[in-house]
């Protein structure tokens, strides 16, 4: 008896000590959340998340018109089998026993089919079953690029085999160099269009006809008052002056200076022709409302409108304010995505301080900081120019993005070799310069476990938002962008060309981070938010000083400072805010590792994506 009473109350005991216990791990839990993922510590991830997400759910509320209208992610082939890419905009009244007008939509140079959704979103709302194609070599197009008329009577042919599309009502509309892939089109199927409209084109390239007041049929023309092209499409130095031009005046059929919104020629007979001349410039025809309208306004007037609603009338801005959205929150999520990997017992070892900062002080801070302005400025269109004398391969297969490469290796030995005499010659050693106070190790010292985390770190942020735009392209067909800043899904083949490309645009960012944060950090004290906007303004404030001389001498005379220079001078309006976001990025982890490879990484990792998935790729694959 006495046994069962110990027995009785040790057992009494020992639940006591279990809830006891059970109880202390509770208070643990409640006082220190499991590796730190509170709420409240990463909101501004969830708010990334957030973002990325509704920015989408925005963009395709917009573009399908609250539901009206289905987007459909086509395949098909050219003449010689080559798979071709394109989104269908398919209006819900139009079917096969209903069918309706179609539109060609092509997007110019190493843009590609997303670029024309302000066009294809305004005429499908009108009823139009539209094709917004990727030209060859772009997009998800096959390479090479320029092939088989770019593309464009492939994409014709296709469209008019449609059964919801009346063959007899089709209209091609392009923008730059797809104003010629529509007229490579119009050219191989002469009757088989109602009308065209080119913005920031022009005819007499690569066999279209110039001058010929009988070809196109019904030819509108979009031409900004500013447009950087105005020499090479239309022999004018200014855009406003290609009126008196005598190619364009033939291509009217006159022999004075065209008028610009005056009707020439007859619709009825296939000769009308019509100059739109916004203010605005070449790259702003596509996010303008004056510069749909013109376009809708010409598609209108030269075909069966199902509902006639006035040009001016448009809604695409909003879902080019939800991909800007999404982009908003792709940028913050590469911002704080690490933050939580970095409390990962994985990454433990990751997370250091910065060492005492032995950078540039006083006056010398500041011309240091305008040589590092300068430098990326004014290399920018040499070094992109040796990139003509490279022939394209199965490894080196993007004209432009080659010339990216030698643009940022070029810099980076530059900056390096600057870097190392300031270094050794000018007092950067003796005033406490290493490789910790330059983050390329931490106070430790070297460790290659350091070097693979910060491999798998930058490769694991990244693909993080890799996921996050499959899942929002596959919920929404809708990407991140805003204008020609685009973050898009890789096809397998630019996928191949990201592993070719990302090691000379890590290197580029991992030299850019060591002057950052070794030669150029001069505090230990400045709040890491104000070292981010400064090495934001460091990053990109060259190429925006460039853009500035070049602009500002367009708006001022009509032309660019260096007219020779016009596609280079485009495709640097993104690395203004690329450079920026790139200087963020890498504060941010220096900061919180106290090393420069995991943000250069990142950087490298991220820029090499939105490059390749963005550019031509002119090699031939075969298979």
């Not at 447009?227 to 090479?232: A, C, L, T």
Request: charged share 10%.
């Amino acid at each position: 008896m006495l046994q069962s009473a110990n027995k009785k109350q040790s057992t009494i005991n020992n639940q006591q000590l279990t809830i006891r216990i059970a109880t202390s791990a509770t208070i643990c839990v409640i006082k220190r959340p499991i590796m730190n993922f509170s709420f409240q510590k990463h909101a501004y991830f969830y708010l990334s998340l957030f973002l990325i997400f509704a920015g989408g759910a925005l963009a395709a509320f917009v573009q399908t018109n609250a539901g009206s209208i289905a987007i459909r992610d086509v395949r098909f082939t050219s003449a010689s089998g080559a798979i071709m890419s394109g989104l269908l905009y398919v209006p819900e009244a139009v079917s096969a026993q209903q069918p309706g007008p179609g539109v060609l939509a092509v997007h110019g140079y190493i843009n590609s089919r997303e670029t024309q959704s302000p066009y294809a979103i305004e005429l499908s709302r009108r009823g139009y079953v539209v094709l917004a194609m990727d030209q060859r070599g772009h997009g998800y197009s096959a390479p090479p690029a320029f092939a088989e008329g770019f593309g464009g009577p492939a994409g014709l042919q296709y469209l008019r085999g449609l059964d919801i599309v009346d063959p007899d009502q089709v209209v091609l509309a392009g923008h730059s160099m797809g104003g010629w892939t529509v007229l490579s089109a119009a050219v191989q199927m002469p009757d088989a269009y109602q009308s065209i409209v080119v913005s920031g084109s022009s005819t007499g390239t690569f066999g279209v006809p110039a001058g010929d007041s009988r070809f196109p049929r019904n030819f509108g023309l979009v031409f900004g008052q500013y447009d950087e092209f105005s020499g090479s499409m239309w022999a004018s130095p200014t855009g406003v002056g290609i009126v008196d031009t005598e190619k364009l005046q033939t291509q009217f059929g006159v022999t004075s200076p065209v008028q610009a919104d005056r009707l020439y020629g007859s619709i009825a007979a296939g000769t009308a022709r019509q100059l739109y001349q916004p203010a605005q410039t070449h790259p702003a025809n596509h996010i303008s409302r004056s510069g749909i309208a013109a376009a809708v306004d010409w598609v209108q007037k030269t075909s069966n409108t199902p509902s006639a609603i006035e040009p001016r009338d448009q809604v695409w801005q909003w879902k080019e304010f939800g991909t800007l959205i999404s982009l908003c929150g792709a940028i913050l999520f590469l911002l704080t995505a690490g933050r939580m990997l970095l409390e990962i017992p994985l990454f433990a070892d990751l997370r250091n301080k910065p060492a005492t900062a032995a950078g540039i002080r006083d006056q010398s801070w500041w011309l240091a900081a305008l040589l590092l302005l300068a430098i990326p400025a004014l290399t920018y269109f040499p070094l992109q120019g040796l990139a003509a004398s490279i022939t394209t391969s199965a490894i080196w297969a993007q004209n432009l993005t080659n010339g990216f490469v030698l643009w940022a290796v070029g810099n980076a030995l530059i900056s390096g070799l600057l870097l190392l005499l300031w270094h050794y010659l000018l007092g950067g050693k003796a005033k406490g310069g290493n490789r910790s106070a330059y983050g390329i190790t931490t106070l430790g010292g070297f460790s290659a476990r350091q070097i693979y985390l910060s491999l798998l770190f930058g490769a694991a942020v990244v693909t993080g938002l890799y996921v996050a735009l499959a899942i929002n392209h596959w919920l929404f067909t809708a990407d991140f962008r805003f204008w020609v800043i685009a973050i898009k899904m890789m096809s397998p083949l630019q996928l191949r060309l990201f592993l070719s490309y990302v090691l000379p645009f890590t290197f580029f960012f991992y030299v850019f981070a060591i002057v950052l944060h070794g030669q150029m950090r001069d505090s230990n004290t400045r709040p890491e938010w104000k070292s981010a906007m400064i090495n934001a303004g460091l990053a990109g404030g060259g190429i925006a000083l460039l853009l500035l001389y070049q602009y500002g001498s367009l708006f001022l005379t009509g032309s660019l400072a260096i007219p020779a220079q016009a596609l280079l001078t485009i495709v640097a309006i993104q690395f203004v805010v690329v450079l920026p976001i790139a200087g963020l990025i890498s504060t941010r982890y220096f900061s919180t590792t106290g090393l420069i490879l995991p943000g250069a990484i990142v950087n490298g990792c991220f820029v090499t994506w939105l490059i390749v998935a963005g550019q031509a790729t002119h090699f031939a694959f075969i298979g």
